[in-house]
């Protein structure tokens, strides 16, 4: 599992946590989620996030 990080507000999307208040089960893998999935703090889009190493 890893963790995902939008470059706008520093966001942290962890895999193994999902996103429950949006639906996002536990476990979903960042790929697979929904491409119009928006960060839930800040509104930016999937694609500003990027691998927190």
Do not use: Q
Not at 13 to 38: K, Q
């Amino acid at each position: 599992m890893r963790k995902w990080r939008c470059r706008y507000c520093s966001h942290v999307y962890d895999e193994a946590v999902g996103d429950p208040d949006s639906g996002i089960a536990p476990g979903t893998r960042f790929e697979d989620l929904p491409d119009n999935w928006m960060c839930p703090e800040c509104g930016a889009a999937k694609a500003d996030y990027e691998p927190d190493e």
